[in-house]
């Protein structure tokens, strides 16, 4: 018989979510909504739910975004000799 494929699957409620992300509960759905995080409507009543690794999968994809939007910004912050060089545009 196949392996469930959900069974290593672990949810967290969007209260813990939250709190390991210091954001709310609505921040948290939206999150959801967005599909920035993975997560569905579980059980009767039906409840949100998202997967505990697409939580770590989201922190990753800001760390990488805050990286780039660093060096976004040091390359607007560096003056244009510093790039190219002592030399004037006239040659001087």
Known sequence: MPEDPTSGVRYLAPAQVAELLSISVDEVVALVLEARLR???LGAPARWRVEEASVGEYLDAQVEESRRMA???????????????????RGD
């Open 71 to 89: 060096l976004w910004n040091q390359s607007n912050t560096a003056s244009f000799p510093e790039i190219w060089g002592s030399r004037t545009a």
């Open 39 to 41: 997560g569905a409507r």
